[in-house]
């Protein structure tokens, strides 16, 4: 018959591998947890990263180009202007023809830039930004294209000497000219945002 000894450390173990066994899963839940939030920060600090280099690589870029082409539509409308006050005055036609020739061109630059930075590792979000942006530069290169037709009409109309008619197509130019103001003002603005946004959430990220 055990004595009373023996009875007592008996019933001490399995208290006491019961103890062991929870230190044993608090450290592991520690460390488990420990290494998740390590795991996170990396990424997350990855993500940051890669959004504030976009910001030199690509919306930067896209900012200056949008807003040359903002100045040079207002140049433009003002040529329009004195187009519509004279039609016969050369000097505007060869301001407008320049201005003509430089817009798509830099539109042409600004959608490439977009394709280049879409063809790489980006976060899903500004990939999605991207996207919507070249969508909206694609609907004003194709007004571009609307109004070139236009614009021979106009020409037309002006060489061959029919200055009312004309007046009245520059009229109409000048509706949907302001329309593609309208549309490359809220594409900077929007450019313009999420730059500022991107920073925050890195200051808020460090």
């Known amino acids: 018959m055990p004595d009373a000894g023996e009875s007592q450390v008996s ?34 600090h990855r993500v940051t990263v890669e959004k504030i280099g976009l910001i030199n690589t690509t919306y930067l870029p896209l900012t200056l180009g949008a807003s040359e082409i903002e100045a040079t539509q207002l140049v433009f409308n003002t040529w329009l202007d004195r187009l519509a006050d004279d039609p016969n005055q050369a000097i505007s036609r060869v301001w407008i023809d320049a201005a003509r020739r430089f817009r798509p061109s830099k539109l042409t630059r600004l959608t490439s830039l977009i394709d280049e930075t879409l063809a790489k590792d980006i976060p899903q979000g500004e990939a999605r930004f991207l996207g919507e942006l070249r969508r909206r530069l694609t ?52 450019i313009d945002k999420h730059i500022k946004s991107l920073v925050k959430d890195a200051e808020q990220d460090g």
Do not use: C, W
């Open 139 to 190: 609907e004003v290169e194709a007004r571009y294209a609307e109004n070139e037709t236009r614009f021979q009409k106009l020409y037309d109309l002006m060489d061959s000497g029919h200055v009312e008619e004309a007046r009245v197509h520059i009229e109409t130019l000048k509706r949907a000219e302001r329309r593609l103001d309208r549309v490359l003002v809220g594409v900077g603005n929007e």
């Open 11 to 44: 019933a001490l173990t399995p208290v006491r591998s019961s103890v062991r066994y929870r230190i044993v899963a608090g450290i592991a839940v520690i460390m488990f947890a420990f290494a998740v939030l390590t795991i996170y920060s990396i990424v997350l």
